[in-house]
């Protein structure tokens, strides 16, 4: 059984960076593709960024392409959403997601495994 646990949530001031990573235990870890959404109040989840199972290729949501930078460390089997330049509208849980396939990795569909989430709050 796969499980995730997110870290690195917090309140940050508006232009400022924060860094979330996900474990990955469970499973071997180069097995999965990773995404990372998040969820805003009175919202639904969106997708952030993903990334295949060898690293090769990642994918982001325009609202945070330029801002932010998904990777993966096989050796910590972690991943990890680094975040610069963040916006009051990039207030949200922030979930980390893991996936058999490296296909359609923009959708929710596509991922079989998710953490528990982590807030990530950005105040003006």
């Known amino acids: 059984q796969v499980q995730l646990v997110e870290s690195g949530g917090g309140l940050v001031q508006v232009g400022g960076s924060l860094r979330l990573l996900c474990a990955l235990s469970?499973?071997?870890?180069?097995?999965?593709?990773m995404g990372w959404f998040r969820q805003a109040p009175g919202k639904e989840r969106e997708f952030v960024a993903a990334?295949?199972?060898?690293?090769?290729?990642?994918y982001y949501a325009d609202s945070v392409k330029g801002r932010f930078t998904v990777s993966r460390d096989s050796a910590m089997t972690e991943v990890s959403l680094q975040m610069n330049s963040l916006k009051p509208e990039d207030t949200a849980v922030y979930y980390c997601?893991?996936?058999?396939?490296?296909?359609?990795?923009?959708?929710?569909?596509?991922?079989?495994?998710w953490g528990q989430g982590t807030q990530v709050t950005v105040s003006s």
């Open positions: 997601a893991a996936g058999g396939s490296d296909y359609g990795l923009r959708g929710s569909a596509a991922y079989d495994y």
């Open positions: 469970g499973r071997t870890f180069s097995s999965y593709a």
């Open positions: 990334i295949s199972k060898s690293g090769g290729s990642t």
